[in-house]
């Protein structure tokens, strides 16, 4: 009798041991995911599908797909939503708190010592001179990105198809009246965003 | 202003602005452009910039990284952590939500539909701001600055150029430009 409950005992324990191991796989493994995507946004896919799907067995690559796409249609970076679904399918809502710990940790640390750095020697004028050589850099990377979305848009693809006119016509309307409405009244961008999921909705089931 | 509405206003305005940047890390850029330097006046234009190229060359999400160095600017170590929080709550959040009936919200026609509009209207919003940028930087009126914007954006584009790369190659352009200019100040 008495050691059949210290067996049960024992097995509780392994159990919670167990349990309490997996928020530590989680936050290690954003961890990584965190400390090793550099540039954002889909750089860090094949990190992210590594760990989940590869390295640990946590989501199915159909279930990978599907977040991949969820994390396109909300707000947020794509890892961050990533943790947040992970950790609540493998352990619960603390697992997604962990897992999105994990992943803005490395993030945390670096950025504010290089934050540190910058408003220490920002005075200098070499430093100076080298952050507005970076500057107009900054303005091309924003541009790329910003093609590629006008493209995703347009074509729904992210890469220009051959048939350069098969562009979809409600989005070109959307996204032109948009940008007149921006550049004319320097409205602020949330509305237009707001305006154009609603009229998208009207269009898109009116035509 | 005191402390606490200070962190009240980091906090409020990085949820408001996390919860609508949808299509990559970038949208985050001219939203916290309106927000910080437009309205607030916490930040310069060019401090905005360089900022932005801290967070794209760090590791991490660039959302989250162009959050935490506004906070730390206006309120230090904890502006930081309440940045961070009030930018990673909403994806949280809404993932927490949404991870309970995933399937049915992929396949759901009007959500369908409102997110490809939407994202017609985050093309606009980033054209938007690039166009203003670039103008910025063609007001200058120097040959370096437009030469370096041409040439990393082909190489970004055209040739995907890691960003690292870019980033270290334009650093260093800058810093010889700035020798050159101070040999050619003290030759006078």
Redesign the interface.
Known sequence: MASGKKKEQQIKVKQKVRDSMIYLELFWSFFQIGLFSIGGGYAAMPLIQNQVVDVHPWLTMTQFADIMTIAEMTPGPIAINSATFVGIQVAGLLGAVIATVGCVFPSCVIVMTLAYLYYRFRGLDMVQGILAGLRPAVVAMIASAGISLVIMAFYGERTLPADLTSFNVIAVMIFVFGLIILRRWKTNPLWIMAGSGVVGVILYSVF | MNNFSKYKKLFLSTF?L?????????VI???MK?RFVEELGWIEE?EM??M??????????????SS??VG??VAG?PG??IT?LGT?L???I???I??LF??A??DN???????????????????????T??GS?LKKKRIL??L??????IA??FFSV???L??LV??????A???H??RKKSSR
């Open positions: 408001k996390s919860a609508c940047t949808f299509g990559g890390g970038f850029v001219p939203l309106k060019d910039l360089d932005i190229a801290i967070a794209q060359s760090s590791p991490g999400a660039i959302a989250v990284n935490i160095l730390y600017h170590f930081a952590m961070v990673v909403p994806p949280l809404i993932i927490s949404i991870s995933y399937q919200f992929r026609a009007i959500v369908n539909m409102a997110m490809a509009g939407m994202l017609c209207g985050v093309a606009a919003v980033i054209c938007d701001v690039v166009l940028m670039a930087i600055p437009v370096v914007m041409l040439g990393s954006f970004v584009r890691n960003i690292i870019i980033i334009c650093g260093m352009i800058g810093a430009d700035t020798w200019q101070g």
